[in-house]
């Protein structure tokens, strides 16, 4: 070591064992073939209210000092020491003491080895590999030192404020960046053979997940970092069955009956590179829950295919619109636009294919009112199956023909005669997965025809008032919308009617089985 070398360490061990505020101990490195000059432990003033055994571990980083004379401030570092303290999960920092003419006092000049010199010296190793020479020992990388590395105070206190703006834990932090740097999108690229034994268009069936797998032969893969392949394969594979999980892009499937009636729900859109867009062989794929189709620009060809999985799970949207599209073949064609959030990709018109079950229009209705009811945003978060959909139907489609029907009514005997009525106020709720909703809907424009014990009564244009949507059991959901049921009944000064307590549901069974059922008018919020 140089005579100014020397000067150097022993003034960078002078200013840190200066430091008053902590215990700091700066051991000379026996063999600095690693490039390291001092190994620093920094012992932060011991916490009072802790035992011995709780009190924090000394810090411990590793230095490099580097002396100069004159005006440079730049020294240079090997390429393998480098390396070594960019992976090194402890704090690493190169220091220069830089001596000027004339005995003034020297300028001293810190540098953290962080995100910006790991990624340089990464990037240099992997530079390396392609190179002839790789003997990464007997090159060098430069460090400049500016005006924003000077350090006027105690290194001791300047490393301590760059460790603390690290967070508390530093080895993890560092080993994310020495291990993520230089990634991109891809950490790997290869190349493979795939043996076509099936129809040309197979290798865009595989890639758009039409085609499950394909044999290939020789696959080789390689690391890729900073841009750069790997010389050497990090694996490889003489044959094998290769498959492919393609990434869909959200797109929304509007659906439109010859009715002009429309649905629209979640898709995922998914095209391929591996052909060219004005190849006869390019296609798109479109897949929302059951519903399946392709589309070959090029020849305005479209597949379409749909399932009726009844016990496999889909978002109760995606169910909807399977059923709905099913229910409006049975009347004629159904229009389909594929749109993006900057227009329409692509649109067509699906004529009746095969007959649906019976079971598929009611379904489809129940499922169409749970949608409106509970909203499409949470509709396509609840996974259910056609046979729990089935299960809950008869309450929905209850709920639904009463909404369905703009006026009600209702013929019956009383022992009295029932005043007037300009409203009828219900209640109804249910469960779907594990989701409940609950609604108060009221009737309006109300007449009451007495005749003897004879009675008629007239309601129309129901309105949900109130509503409910929870993820909780189906009893928390009666108590809570009975709750706004009464709150709504004591609020409306014109008289009332509601039929067993409001619950609409048990009103309907009672009366289709003609069993009696309990009516009371409250005026004014009295009962009558």
């Not at 902590?22 to 026996?30: G, K, L, R, S, T």
């Not at 029932?418 to 009828?424: G, K, L, S, Y």
Request: one cysteine or more; aromatic letters at 10%.
């Amino acid at each position: 070591m140089s005579r100014l070398g020397r000067q150097g360490e022993l003034k960078f061990s002078s200013l840190c064992t200066d430091f008053a505020s902590a215990e700091v101990v700066v051991n000379d490195a026996n063999d600095d073939q690693h490039g390291w000059d001092h190994i620093v432990e920094i012992s932060r003033p011991a916490d009072p209210t802790l035992p011995a055994d709780l009190q924090a571990a000394p810090l411990q980083c590793f230095a490099q000092i580097k002396s100069t004379r004159g005006s440079s401030c730049s020294v240079k570092l090997k390429l393998s020491n480098a390396i070594k303290a960019a992976k090194s999960a402890l704090p690493c920092f190169v220091f220069l003491v830089k001596y000027n003419v004339g005995g003034v006092e020297p300028e001293f000049y810190g540098r953290h080895v962080w995100k910006d010199e790991i990624s340089h010296w990464l990037k240099r190793a992997r530079e390396m590999e392609l190179s002839e020479n790789t003997q990464i020992h007997k090159k060098t990388v430069s460090m400049r030192f500016g005006v924003s590395d000077r350090i006027t105070g105690n290194p001791i206190a300047w490393i301590l404020e760059v460790l603390d703006g690290v967070g508390p834990d530093y080895a993890a932090t560092k080993q994310q960046i020495s291990k993520k740097v230089g990634y991109g999108k891809h950490s790997v690229q290869g190349t493979l053979n795939i043996i076509q034994t099936s129809p040309a268009d197979s290798i865009v069936d595989l890639f758009l997940g039409l085609t499950p797998d394909l044999p290939f032969s020789n696959f080789v893969l390689h690391d890729f970092r900073f841009d750069i392949l790997s010389k050497h394969p990090i694996q490889e594979f003489e044959s094998g069955r290769v498959s492919i999980t393609p990434t869909g892009q959200p797109v929304v499937l509007h659906l439109e009956s010859s009715r002009s009636e429309a649905f629209d729900l979640p898709a995922q859109f998914f095209a391929t590179n591996v052909v060219p867009y004005k190849d006869p062989q390019f296609k798109t794929r479109v897949m929302a829950g059951q519903i399946d189709f392709t589309f070959s620009p090029q020849n305005t060809k479209c597949k379409f295919d749909w399932g009726l999985d009844r016990d496999k799970k889909f978002t109760l949207v995606e169910q909807a619109g399977l059923l709905t599209m099913l229910e409006w073949l049975e009347v004629g064609s159904v229009r389909f636009d594929v749109n993006t959030d900057t227009g329409k990709l692509y649109s067509g018109t699906v004529s009746q294919m095969e007959i649906a079950p019976d079971w598929v229009g009611p379904l489809a209705q129940s499922s169409r009112f749970l949608v409106d009811i509970i909203g499409k945003k949470i509709s396509g978060t609840i996974d259910v199956s056609l046979y729990e959909l089935n299960a809950v139907h008869k309450n929905i489609c209850l709920a639904a023909s009463l909404l369905a029907n703009n006026s009600l009514r209702i013929e019956a005997e009383f022992e009295s005669e029932i005043e007037p009525a300009q409203q009828m106020v219900g209640y109804f709720f249910g469960s779907v997965a594990d989701w409940s909703f609950g609604f108060v809907v009221a009737y309006s424009n109300g007449v009451v025809v007495n005749n003897a014990k004879r009675v008629s009564m007239y309601f129309s244009n129901p309105k949900i008032v109130k509503k409910l949507v929870f993820k909780q059991d189906e009893a928390e959901m009666e108590k809570n919308i009975v709750k706004e049921f009464d709150r709504y009944c004591e609020s409306k000064t014109v008289p009332v009617a509601f039929f067993e307590n409001g619950n609409l549901a048990k009103f309907y069974r009672k009366s289709l089985h003609g069993d009696d059922f309990l009516l009371e008018v409250t005026e004014s919020n009295t009962s009558v």
